[in-house]
Structures are given as C-alpha cells and as structure tokens.
C-alpha cells in the first residue's frame, strides 16, 4: 500500500497523469520594445497556439508570428549582449499567483540568436512590476555554446522555490553567440547579434484540495489494475 501511495504521489507531482496546465498571461514587454524586431507579445500565444496543448507541448508557431527577437543593434557578426546589453522581458500575470515553474521555448535552429541563459525575478501586485526582491536563476537553455545551436521546438521546464508574484522579469544573460559569429568556425552557425525566445509560459500550481482528488483517483485506479 505504502508503494502505491508513492507511486501516485509522483504522478500527481510530476503531472504525468493530469496533464500540464498553464496560467494565462495578461500581457508581456521587453526593455528593447521600441526596436524588437519580432513583438514580446509573441511570447505568451499559449497553449493550441504558441505551444501545442498536448503533451509534450512542443511548439508550434514560429517565425515572425511566435517568436520575440530583438534588432540587431551592433550590426552583424557581434554578439548582443556583450555590445548591448541584457534585454529584459515582463509577463503580467493580471493577478497574485502562486509560481513555482517557468517553460520555456527556443529562439531558432538555424541561427544563435535564441538566448541561452536567463534569470528571474518576482513582485507582486502591492509592489509593482520590478519591485520585488524575490529571484530565481541563472537557468541554461537547451543547446550548443560552442557551435552556437540550440532546441527551438521543445518544452524546457525550470523549477524554483515556491513564490507569490503578479509580475515576473526575466532577464537574458546571454545567447548562443560563438565568436565571431558569423559561421565561419566550422560546424557552427552564423547569429548571436539579435537576442531571441519563442514562447514562455507558467505552469499553474494545483489547489491542495485538487491534489488530494487526483491522489484519491491514482489510489483507485491503482488497486483497480492490482485486483
């Protein structure tokens, strides 16, 4: 019994049996919004539109209709964060949400332009969008540094201490630049002078009492196939 209790524990925390289900997002900018190329709007398309609702939510909108990317300020080849600065992204999330988890989606295959590191940070309505203290991070993407790669279809999924947040910042610490970004170091691709994301999104963390149900139905379930 005490088997099947841990058993069903772990598929109601890890998700496996219900599904993944995510906050929606009142609206999100970024800090280069006056010169994006692709809108940070394009960030929270959510699920059936920027992600598919199915697991494993891969995505599934991308090019200049789901994707965020800054200008190329610096020109081409250089690297943008090192000649720019760190791009910073807000996701309003209208209310007081408990938070716990951030996916996240690649920039691009075929270019360095996608960031590959990132970190956080949390306020709450009372203290206003970056007026928190609360913060989580540095988190890596999926990918490559040294050919400059990186995963543009996959859920990546980042775990943090539990928070209560309104407002959520990230901040791109870096890309996937490899120097001198153009390509020309064999193996590698051309990029890393924009700053880019495909789609970003907040898993809801489930009611205590939603728990307990899906424990309840695992039990069941479980005894059920034993018999």
């Not at 080849?77 to 007081?96: A, K, R």
């Not at 543009?152 to 890309?175: C, G, K, L, P």
Request: proline share 4%; net charge negative.
């Amino acid at each position: 019994m005490k088997r099947l209790v841990a058993l069903a524990v772990a598929a109601c925390i890890s998700g496996t049996a219900i599904g993944a289900d995510f906050y929606p997002i009142a609206g999100a900018s970024s800090s280069t919004g006056g010169s994006d190329l692709w809108p940070a709007s394009n960030l929270i398309q959510g699920p059936g539109v920027g992600f598919d609702a199915a697991e494993p939510h891969a995505k599934i909108l991308g090019g200049a209709d789901g994707n965020w990317v800054t200008a190329a300020d610096a020109g081409f080849p250089s690297d943008y964060i090192e000649q720019v600065g760190q791009p910073v992204l807000t996701f309003d999330l209208g209310s007081d949400v408990a938070l716990n988890e951030i996916s996240v989606w690649g920039y691009a295959a075929t270019n360095s332009n996608g960031a590959s590191e990132f970190t956080l940070k949390f306020s709450t309505a009372a203290e206003g969008a970056g007026g928190g203290s609360a913060s989580a991070g540095p988190f890596a993407l999926a990918g490559d540094l040294t050919l400059g790669t990186n995963d543009d279809t996959s859920r990546q999924s980042f775990s943090y201490d539990m928070v209560t947040a309104r407002y959520v910042e990230m901040t791109i610490t870096d890309n996937f630049f490899n120097a001198p970004g153009d390509g020309s170091v064999a193996g590698s691709i051309a990029g890393g002078d924009r700053a880019g994301l495909g789609e970003v999104a907040f898993q809801q963390v489930p009611e205590p009492s939603s728990v307990i149900l899906a424990l309840l139905g695992s039990l069941a379930l479980m005894r059920f196939r034993k018999r």
